[in-house]
Protein backbone atom coordinates (compact mmCIF):
# COMPACT_ATOMS: atom_id res chain seq x y z
CA UNK A 1 0.00 0.00 0.00
CA UNK A 2 1.19 3.20 -0.96
CA UNK A 3 1.37 5.93 2.07
CA UNK A 4 1.09 9.44 2.00
CA UNK A 5 2.18 12.04 4.03
CA UNK A 6 0.92 16.05 3.21
CA UNK A 7 3.47 18.88 4.69
CA UNK A 8 1.82 22.26 4.01
CA UNK A 9 3.88 25.20 4.47
CA UNK A 10 4.23 28.02 2.53
CA UNK A 11 7.79 28.11 2.89
CA UNK A 12 9.58 26.69 0.03
CA UNK A 13 12.44 25.49 1.27
CA UNK A 14 10.82 22.96 3.48
CA UNK A 15 9.98 21.25 1.04
CA UNK A 16 13.68 20.10 0.20
CA UNK A 17 14.45 20.13 4.42
CA UNK A 18 11.91 17.53 4.76
CA UNK A 19 13.32 15.46 1.68
CA UNK A 20 16.69 15.81 2.84
CA UNK A 21 15.62 14.41 6.44
CA UNK A 22 14.15 11.44 5.09
CA UNK A 23 15.53 10.91 2.38
CA UNK A 24 16.22 7.50 3.00
CA UNK A 25 12.83 6.42 3.56
CA UNK A 26 11.67 7.90 0.63
CA UNK A 27 13.92 6.64 -1.60
CA UNK A 28 12.89 2.88 0.46
CA UNK A 29 9.34 3.82 -0.51
CA UNK A 30 8.54 3.62 2.85
CA UNK A 31 6.01 6.24 2.68
CA UNK A 32 5.46 9.48 0.16
CA UNK A 33 5.73 13.07 0.69
CA UNK A 34 3.85 15.56 -0.60
CA UNK A 35 4.54 19.24 -0.17
CA UNK A 36 1.74 21.91 -1.10
CA UNK A 37 2.07 25.94 -0.08
CA UNK A 38 -1.34 27.14 1.07
CA UNK A 39 -3.86 25.63 3.24
CA UNK A 40 -6.30 25.32 0.52
CA UNK A 41 -4.59 23.50 -1.68
CA UNK A 42 -3.94 21.48 1.48
CA UNK A 43 -7.70 20.52 1.62
CA UNK A 44 -7.92 19.78 -2.22
CA UNK A 45 -4.86 17.69 -2.06
CA UNK A 46 -6.41 15.66 1.07
CA UNK A 47 -9.68 14.95 -1.03
CA UNK A 48 -7.81 13.88 -3.54
CA UNK A 49 -6.14 10.93 -1.68
CA UNK A 50 -8.09 8.39 -0.56
CA UNK A 51 -7.70 6.99 3.16
CA UNK A 52 -5.99 5.08 4.25
CA UNK A 53 -3.35 5.95 2.45
CA UNK A 54 -3.56 9.48 3.98
CA UNK A 55 -1.84 8.70 6.84
CA UNK A 56 -0.50 11.97 8.59
CA UNK A 57 -0.82 15.81 7.70
CA UNK A 58 1.76 18.27 8.90
CA UNK A 59 1.07 21.65 8.87
CA UNK A 60 1.97 25.33 9.76
CA UNK A 61 -0.01 27.29 11.39
CA UNK A 62 1.17 31.24 10.15
CA UNK A 63 0.21 30.96 6.52
CA UNK A 64 -1.32 34.08 4.20
CA UNK A 65 -4.94 33.72 3.93
CA UNK A 66 -6.09 30.76 5.41
CA UNK A 67 -3.63 29.49 8.68
CA UNK A 68 -2.94 26.13 9.47
CA UNK A 69 -5.83 26.64 12.17
CA UNK A 70 -8.45 27.78 9.90
CA UNK A 71 -7.70 24.61 7.68
CA UNK A 72 -7.69 22.14 10.44
CA UNK A 73 -11.36 21.61 11.22
CA UNK A 74 -12.38 21.20 7.55
CA UNK A 75 -9.42 18.51 7.43
CA UNK A 76 -10.30 16.88 10.19
CA UNK A 77 -13.88 16.99 9.04
CA UNK A 78 -13.14 15.13 5.49
CA UNK A 79 -10.54 12.98 7.41
CA UNK A 80 -11.32 12.05 10.86
CA UNK A 81 -9.27 9.13 11.42
CA UNK A 82 -5.95 10.78 9.68
CA UNK A 83 -3.74 12.56 12.12
CA UNK A 84 -3.12 16.10 11.87
CA UNK A 85 0.22 17.81 13.33
CA UNK A 86 0.55 21.10 13.85
CA UNK A 87 3.91 23.20 13.29
CA UNK A 88 4.53 26.57 14.86
CA UNK A 89 7.22 29.06 15.21
CA UNK A 90 5.17 30.39 18.45
CA UNK A 91 4.85 27.26 20.87
CA UNK A 92 3.00 29.19 23.35
CA UNK A 93 0.47 28.07 25.51
CA UNK A 94 -2.53 29.70 23.53
CA UNK A 95 -1.56 28.31 20.26
CA UNK A 96 -1.16 24.79 21.86
CA UNK A 97 -4.57 25.15 23.20
CA UNK A 98 -5.91 26.40 19.91
CA UNK A 99 -4.44 23.45 17.90
CA UNK A 100 -5.51 20.76 20.44
CA UNK A 101 -9.00 22.29 20.90
CA UNK A 102 -9.16 22.41 16.66
CA UNK A 103 -8.36 18.87 16.47
CA UNK A 104 -4.92 18.51 16.01
CA UNK A 105 -2.87 15.70 17.14
CA UNK A 106 -0.22 17.09 18.41
CA UNK A 107 2.16 20.45 18.13
CA UNK A 108 5.86 20.86 17.13
CA UNK A 109 7.84 24.04 17.31
CA UNK A 110 10.46 24.94 15.24
CA UNK A 111 13.34 24.18 14.75
CA UNK A 112 11.30 20.88 14.48
CA UNK A 113 12.84 17.45 16.16
CA UNK A 114 12.96 15.81 13.20
CA UNK A 115 13.93 12.60 15.42
CA UNK A 116 10.61 13.13 17.47
CA UNK A 117 8.46 13.69 14.08
CA UNK A 118 10.40 10.38 12.56
CA UNK A 119 8.68 8.59 16.15
CA UNK A 120 5.47 10.61 15.05
CA UNK A 121 5.58 8.57 11.55
CA UNK A 122 6.78 5.13 12.48
CA UNK A 123 3.86 5.19 14.88
CA UNK A 124 1.61 6.18 11.83
CA UNK A 125 3.60 3.44 9.54
CA UNK A 126 2.78 0.93 12.24
CA UNK A 127 -0.90 1.59 12.11
CA UNK A 128 -1.50 1.75 8.42
CA UNK A 129 -0.14 -1.53 8.03
Not at 18 to 41: C, I, N
Not at 100 to 121: C, H, V
Amino acid sequence: MNVYILVVDDEPDVEALFRQQFRRDLRAGRFHMEFVLSAPDAIKRAAEVRDPSLILILSDINMPGMSGLDMLPKVRADHPHVPVIMITAYGDVETRRKAIEGGATGLLTKPIDFAQLRQEIDIRLEQAA
